[in-house]
């Protein structure tokens, strides 16, 4: 996958994050994962980033490498967690226990029925909660891959990829004078 133009696109004072895109973003530097998976992760973590100029970049590189059910179920995965990483982190956070005795009321159908294979679909939710800052939702999602035998490693890069590009969103939409800029334009 070639990184030239987002790599180019980082500003100087995000160097660490230039280097760091093309390990986690290689079949090598995603142990645990295959490159599908790498891909359709990468997708939802840009989304999930909230950066256009990133998002634009990453549909690029990754929009011809998936097929439509990969695509939507990262689309899915970065929506359906955007819902629920609030509702559950309230949860979490406030420490109720009635809240977390209330049904949520509410349509998560995504995740019963993702269309691909429901742990590819676990990881993209894992990467997208881990953005989103969710800690009852990575727990759940952390616990259901690993029951499906993905390795610790293949959960470590799954959230290395997010952790990444969220840093790449922060850094290009922090510089309106750094190269970053320019993909804005």
Not at 86 to 105: M, Q, S, T, W
Not at 113 to 135: H, M
Not at 150 to 176: K, N, P, Y
């Amino acid at each position: 996958m070639d990184l030239t133009e987002l790599k180019n696109a980082i500003p100087e004072h995000a160097k660490d994050l230039k280097l760091n895109v093309s390990t986690v973003l290689s079949a090598e530097g995603a142990p645990g994962l295959s490159w599908q998976q790498v891909l359709a992760v990468t997708l939802a973590s840009a989304i999930a980033a909230r950066s256009p100029a990133l998002l634009r970049e990453i549909e690029k590189l990754v929009l011809p490498r998936l097929d439509r059910a990969q695509v939507n179920a990262a689309r899915a995965a970065a929506a359906i967690m955007a819902m629920n990483n609030i509702y559950y982190r309230f949860v979490h956070i406030v420490g109720n226990d009635e809240y977390a005795k209330l049904p949520a009321r509410l349509r998560m159908n995504a995740i019963g029925n993702p269309g691909v294979d429901k742990t590819d679909f676990e990881l993209y939710s894992l990467a997208v909660s881990a953005i989103n800052g969710c800690g009852a939702c990575v727990a759940a999602h952390e616990k259901v891959v690993r029951k499906a035998g993905v390795t610790a490693e293949g959960v470590q890069s799954a959230v290395r990829i997010a952790a990444v590009l969220h840093g790449i969103a922060v850094a290009l939409e922090s510089s309106a004078d750094a190269p970053g800029a320019q993909l804005a334009a």
